[in-house]
């Protein structure tokens, strides 16, 4: 039984250990949700992934992994705004592609319940930026709650659907890493009934926000806030516990850092805890202010809670000491850990703990040294091919800007093919700058998921500008980095149902590109070098865009076909005799399958890690790498 089909149990009270993810996915059933819309990002991805494979399940439910994020949020918005509760999830840098429709749906409101759940990346482990996606709450005026475990999670979101049907906001549902990948158990609710379809009534001088609605949306929007901070006032998801001279106020996964903290240290504290994090509760803040003489806050990354703690505190002429990040106590970068809680919560309370860090510092410098382990493309993924033809052809001299997803990693030696990277559908744009002011070749490299999510508008953009840049599609047939997950180019929907797939170089040429030619990279290495120079030329004789679509299924989607058929293709291997340790194999493609023989020097492959994709072969200068005879 997979745990999607777990999660579709209507089974109330059944107590089971769930990824916050995975809560949050049945939570959606719980609630009575009618539309999700996702663009997939970790570390929300388990959402999406759960959702998809539980939709097909469940009468009057429609689920999709929609283009980007902007796309996303604007289909489930009007489904809200239509009636019918509805969700929006995306990963912190999505709410910035979906900053214009967040905003104006905070004016317009909505009349079903509606939830944007977003996933900050603390410490950045898969996102280019620390997105502290709790200024979103507070510049839209619209509520926030964050929960700090699974449990939370589930129950959080319950609430927050009642929580917009109440006000007719939309509701902002914040996570970070370590809460969405935290296992913790869960127990089940009743899964509601939703409407099949419902009728929608029209009211134009309120969902059309002209100047002159817009203004006049404007007041209302900010009284309806000043009614969340009431409701805020008496929300059971803000809560005192504990008690002492101390006052802690924290929220989120901090939380549970503080708690496991206070019991490693010489002091006893009384903990405000705010699951509803936006608009805050001034008059329960003040009233906690005022029981201590001082106050320790606890947040991950900026200091927006402390802020809001030093603003009332002045307000109410409250004389409290009010410690945090200001004072350098807890720093604003990356995740926090129990360690980084209880350093901080002794420094700026000048208090002691029984653990000798010293002691188990020196303990851990007599472990052995793990050897570096940087994220690498897969063997056998068909990028690493592309790459190697890129950099081939153009000898290394050319600009490479690059874009979100596995050929990021290109940036690595020997590819080295990365040169910079704003944001997602970037690499187009930027090569159309770099071009203009450059005379030097500009070679963009762009994912299929990606090139559907936010590159057509800057294709259209260089065809109409006549921007003389070379651009590589690598359309590996998936959304690879994050799980996998369908885009319009694969063929199958977020309900899994099979579809006619957008061919991505008939769509360039619909956008007017002159020169589109599609290839394989892994048909013949020096056919694809030939095609890259051919192209680079073309843009250079003519000072136009040119697309070359390099297309090939991502290396674990052939993996696992060939697991499901047990159709194993003839395996590679080096001939000892022909190799004679040049180590181009191992210095121009680096795949990952392959090592030296610390004896012979010799280039090994490792059949365990082999994709057979035969690449290396058309590398070994000596013709030492073969295919074994079937």
Same mark, same amino acid.
């Given at each position: 039984?997979?745990?999607?089909?777990?999660?579709?149990?209507?089974?109330?009270?059944?107590?089971?250990?769930?990824?916050?993810?995975?809560?949050?996915?049945?939570?959606?059933?719980?609630?009575?949700?009618?539309?999700?819309?996702?663009?997939?990002?970790?570390?929300?991805?388990?959402i999406g992934n759960n959702l998809t494979f539980m939709a097909p399940h469940i009468p009057n439910f429609y689920f999709e992994f929609s283009a980007n994020e902007k796309v996303a949020l604007e289909v489930a918005g009007a489904a809200a705004v239509a009636g019918v509760r509805a969700m929006m999830i995306c990963k912190g840098p999505g709410l910035n592609v979906a900053a214009?429709p967040f905003f104006s749906l905070a004016y317009v409101g909505v009349r079903g319940g509606m939830v944007i759940l977003v996933a900050d990346d603390p410490s950045m482990w898969s996102s280019q930026n620390e997105n502290d996606s709790r200024y979103y709450a507070l510049m839209g005026n619209i509520p926030m709650l964050e929960p700090s475990d699974p449990s939370e999670a589930?129950?959080?979101?319950?609430?927050?659907?009642?929580?917009?049907?109440?006000?007719?906001?939309?509701?902002?549902?914040?996570?970070?890493?370590?809460?969405?990948?935290?296992?913790?158990?869960?127990?089940?609710?009743?899964?509601?009934?939703?409407?099949?379809?419902?009728?929608?009534?029209?009211?134009?001088?309120?969902?059309?926000?002209?100047?002159?609605?817009?203004?006049?949306?404007?007041?209302?929007?900010?009284?309806?806030?000043?009614?969340?901070?009431?409701?805020?006032?008496?929300?059971?998801?803000?809560?005192?516990?504990?008690?002492?001279?101390?006052?802690?106020?924290?929220?989120?996964?901090?939380?549970?850092?503080?708690?496991?903290?206070?019991?490693?240290?010489?002091?006893?504290?009384?903990?405000?805890?705010?699951?509803?994090?936006?608009?805050?509760?001034?008059?329960?803040?003040?009233?906690?202010?005022?029981?201590?003489?001082?106050?320790?806050?606890?947040?991950?990354?900026?200091?927006?809670?402390?802020?809001?703690?030093?603003?009332?505190?002045?307000?109410?002429?409250?004389?409290?000491?009010?410690?945090?990040?200001?004072?350098?106590?807890?720093?604003?970068?990356?995740?926090?850990?129990?360690?980084?809680?209880?350093?901080?919560?002794?420094?700026?309370?000048?208090?002691?703990?029984?653990?000798?860090?010293?002691?188990?510092?020196?303990?851990?410098?007599?472990?052995?040294?793990?050897?570096?382990?940087?994220?690498?493309?897969?063997?056998?993924?068909?990028?690493?091919?592309?790459?190697?033809?890129?950099?081939?052809?153009?000898?290394?001299? #050319?600009?490479?800007? +690059?874009?979100?997803? *596995?050929?990021? &990693?290109?940036? $690595?030696?020997?590819?080295? =093919?990365? @040169?910079?990277?704003?944001?997602?559908?970037?690499?187009?744009?930027?090569?159309?700058?770099?071009?203009?002011?450059?005379?030097?070749?500009?070679?963009?490299?762009?994912?299929?998921?990606?090139?559907?999510?936010?590159?057509?508008?800057?294709?259209?953009?260089?065809?109409?500008?006549?921007?003389?840049?070379?651009?590589?599609?690598?359309?590996?047939?998936?959304?690879?980095?994050?799980?996998?997950?369908?885009?319009?180019?694969?063929?199958?929907?977020?309900?899994?149902?099979?579809?006619?797939?957008?061919?991505?170089?008939?769509?360039?040429?619909?956008?007017?590109?002159?020169?589109?030619?599609?290839?394989?990279?892994?048909?013949?290495?020096?056919?694809?070098?030939?095609?890259?120079?051919?192209?680079?030329?073309?843009?250079?004789?003519?000072?136009?865009? #040119?697309?070359?679509? +390099?297309?090939?299924? *991502?290396?674990? &989607?052939?993996? $696992?076909?060939?697991?499901? =058929?047990? @159709?194993?293709?003839?395996?590679?291997y080096v001939d000892e005799k022909l190799c004679n340790a040049c180590k181009r194999c191992l210095n121009r493609l680096s795949c990952p399958a392959m090592y030296q023989d610390p004896k012979t020097e010799k280039a090994v492959i490792d059949e365990t890690l082999c994709n057979l994709c035969g690449t290396c072969i058309a590398v070994c200068p000596q013709g030492a790498i073969?295919?074994?005879?079937?």
């Open positions: 039984m997979t745990k999607a089909t777990v999660l579709l149990e209507d089974a109330p009270g059944k107590e089971i250990l769930l990824l916050a993810n995975e809560a949050i996915a049945r939570g959606v059933f719980e609630a009575g949700v009618r539309l999700v819309a996702v663009y997939p990002g970790t570390p929300s991805s388990e214009d589930k129950a959080m979101l319950l609430q927050a659907y009642e929580l917009s049907e109440m006000l007719e906001l939309p509701v902002l549902l914040r996570t970070t890493t370590r809460v969405n990948h935290t296992r913790a158990p869960v127990i089940f609710g009743k899964i509601k009934e939703r409407p099949e379809t419902i009728h929608f009534i029209k009211d134009p001088f309120r969902f059309v926000p002209l100047p002159s609605v817009a203004r006049k949306r404007h007041p209302i929007l900010l009284e309806t806030i000043e009614r969340a901070k009431e409701i805020s006032e008496s929300s059971p998801l803000n809560f005192t516990q504990g008690s002492g001279e101390l006052g802690i106020i924290t929220s989120g996964v901090s939380y549970n850092y503080v708690l496991e903290a206070l019991l490693s240290i010489d002091c006893k504290a009384e903990i405000l805890k705010l699951g509803l994090t936006h608009p805050v509760p001034d008059k329960t803040i003040a009233d906690f202010l005022r029981r201590h003489r001082r106050v320790v806050v606890v947040e991950e990354l900026e200091p927006f809670l402390e802020t809001h703690v030093r603003r009332i505190a002045q307000l109410n002429k409250i004389e409290v000491e009010i410690m945090g990040k200001e004072q350098g106590y807890f720093p604003r970068v990356f995740e926090y850990s129990p360690r980084i809680v209880i350093e901080g919560l002794t420094k700026a309370i000048n208090c002691n703990t029984p653990i000798n860090w010293q002691e188990i510092d020196d303990r851990l410098k007599d472990l052995p040294t793990l050897p570096p382990r940087p994220p690498l493309l897969c063997a056998g993924c068909p990028h690493r091919a592309s790459y190697y033809a890129i950099r081939t052809a153009t000898r290394g001299k #050319a600009i490479y800007p +690059s874009d979100i997803g *596995c050929y990021t &990693l290109s940036i $690595a030696p020997p590819l080295e =093919t990365a @040169d910079i990277l704003f944001d997602m559908g970037s690499s187009i744009t930027t090569a159309c700058g770099i071009a203009k002011v450059t005379k030097q070749d500009v070679i963009a490299t762009i994912g299929d998921s990606t090139f559907f999510a936010s590159a057509l508008p800057g294709i259209a953009s260089a065809v109409y500008n006549e921007h003389p840049i070379s651009v590589v599609v690598l359309d590996n047939r998936t959304t690879a980095m994050t799980g996998h997950q369908p885009h319009p180019g694969t063929g199958v929907t977020g309900m899994q149902k099979q579809v006619t797939p957008l061919d991505i170089s008939q769509v360039c040429k619909g956008l007017g590109v002159k020169y589109v030619k599609v290839v394989n990279p892994f048909d013949s290495i020096a056919d694809l070098v030939a095609e890259v120079r051919k192209m680079v030329s073309w843009v250079r004789n003519n000072s136009l865009p #040119a697309v070359l679509v +390099s297309k090939e299924p *991502c290396a674990l &989607l052939t993996a $696992a076909e060939r697991r499901r =058929t047990g @159709d194993f293709a003839p395996k590679y073969k295919r074994e005879v079937e």
